[in-house]
């Protein structure tokens, strides 16, 4: 992870779970991309973040389905990136194999 990267990330991270944490609604900006601090969004689908201490890096989840869907990367443009990627590849998995992909909202779990 570059130096600023890192340094973005921990703000986010101080910024989410410190008293006094960001809403959910307030966008931030890492470096080029403008993001909630929470979540990621693409084509109706939700993907939280968190960093992982043990793998050092982050890791993210695909929210709200019952298909178990993980990306994970090193930088917010990383991350960015492989949750599309991963969005757009189980989709065409999915319609691959002639199978309907989980909509977003239909866990009832709400994970």
């Known amino acids: 992870m570059q130096r600023t990267d890192l340094r973005s990330f921990i703000l986010l991270f101080i910024a989410i779970y ?3 944490h ?6 931030i900006q890492i470096g ?3 993001m909630n601090p929470d979540f990621l969004q693409y084509r109706g689908y939700t993907g939280s973040i968190r960093f992982s201490t043990e793998d050092g890096l982050m890791v ?3 929210l709200g389905i019952n298909d178990s869907l993980n ?3 090193r ?3 990383e991350m960015k990136a492989r949750f599309e990627n991963t969005i ?3 989709l065409m998995f999915c319609a691959a ?3 309907a992909p989980d909509l977003p909202g239909t866990c009832p779990h709400g994970d």
């Open 22 to 27: 960001l809403s959910l609604d307030q966008t």
């Open 18 to 20: 410190s008293d006094n």
């Open 88 to 90: 757009d590849d189980y």
């Open 60 to 62: 993210g989840k695909v």
């Open 97 to 99: 194999c002639g199978v």
């Open 71 to 73: 990306f994970d990367g």
């Open 75 to 77: 930088s917010a443009e």
């Open 32 to 34: 080029n991309i403008p």
